[in-house]
């Protein structure tokens, strides 16, 4: 492969970033939610850390 | 006679520079401690792989091809994408995700930290590398050997092996490139300040519901990325159950090393000569440095960002831990905050940034490929 600026190529990857990196916010921002609601939920319930042997 | 020593007459130059590449490899795991358990094989295999005639790859003789093992190897375990997803059964056993429970919000500095991936893939667009190939060099800002080697696998990228390289090269380097970059993006002040660390309990049961939901969310949303994010979970289940204690060890151990032999001499069925010796392979070294150097730079820009808002601050080299080097980051994260101020332990902090790292990465991963394909 020559090594070469190609424009046209790089004009088509401004939306592959923009929606990638939302992509990527919008997916972990939804665990996020999750995380809270299930602490949220069982806070208190189940063992916890400290009453389980660690392998 | 002559038939004999007729094969020292194929030696080439470009097969003698990859026998030195493969000895500097050697040379850091062992001497350096350089990412030992890949580095060392994929060295090793590089040597194997670029003997004239090896039988170790495929070679067309007199006209028959003669299949040779690492192609085989690469066949049964690489190109349908097996030895990464394995090897994440053992990594999921081996992350304790506590601290990220305990503190999800760090989850924000996993996707802010996986910017490198995406810059450098219009980096590389833009010096006229197909978008396969870029997307394929940008996800070594994964800073996740099996997810490089998913998405370049995936995209069936010319450049696999220099991809592979990188990745793991980086991930090597990850406390000599990451602390220069975060002390020139921030100041003193910022470096110091303290986040006091709130022990909370998380209940087994959120250990155990986390791994499964969040397959399902990360399947949802970013499908491409479920087999990768299924088996970094399923491995975490079996070390979140309890009553899986010895399947949970051997994926951590036994399943992980037996994995990491094979894939690392395997990759080197990429790394002949006439596949690696190009100023394209030297083009993509360079644009992993500027993937990790800009994940590095997304993950402490947008904990300044998070500050501007926040009025529990945060220490913005925790943001840079969010990439997805796993241990490595967060451990270099807690050095450069002892070394700013030895009261300052920023560790739990950081732990909870990098294996947010580790589930973003993936989603990164997945994202990329579903973008791309419809450009392509």
Known sequence: MNIHIDVENFLKTPEVVLFGMLGVFIALLVIYGAILLLSKAFSGKGKKDSDVTKD | MAD????????????????????????????????????????????????????????????????????????????????????????????????????????????AAQFGIFFTFALAALLGFDLKDAASIGIIGAADGPTSIFVANYFNSNYIGAIIVAAYSYMALVPIIQPPVIRLITTKKE?????????????????????????????????????????????NLLRECKVLRILSDSAQKELANLVTILLGITIASKMRYDLFVKVDTLIIILLGLVAFVFDTIGGVLFAKFLNLFSKKKINPMVGAAGISAFPMSSRVIHKMGLKEDPTNFLLMHAAGANVAGQIASVVAGGVMIALVEKLI
């Open chain 2, 4 to 111: 004999i020593f007729s094969n020292v007459l194929e030696i080439r130059w470009e097969m003698v520079l990859m026998w030195i590449i493969g000895g500097v490899l050697i040379w850091l795991a062992i001497a350096k401690d350089m990412e030992p358990t890949l580095l060392l094989p994929m060295g090793f295999g590089a040597i194997l792989a670029n003997l004239p005639t090896s039988g170790a790859v495929t070679q067309i003789i007199n006209g028959n091809t003669e299949v040779g093992v690492l192609d085989v190897l690469f066949n049964a375990g690489i190109a349908n994408e097996l030895f990464p997803l394995l090897l994440f059964i053992g990594i999921g056993a081996m992350i304790d995700f506590g601290p990220l429970l305990s503190n999800p919000k760090m989850l924000l500095f996993g996707a």
């Open chain 2, 191 to 235: 470096r110091l300040i303290r986040m006091p660390y709130e022990q909370k309990n998380v209940s087994t049961t959120v250990r155990i519901l986390f791994p499964i939901i969040t397959t399902a969310i990360v399947g949802i949303l970013a499908p491409r990325s479920v087999a990768l994010v299924g088996f970094l979970m399923f491995g």
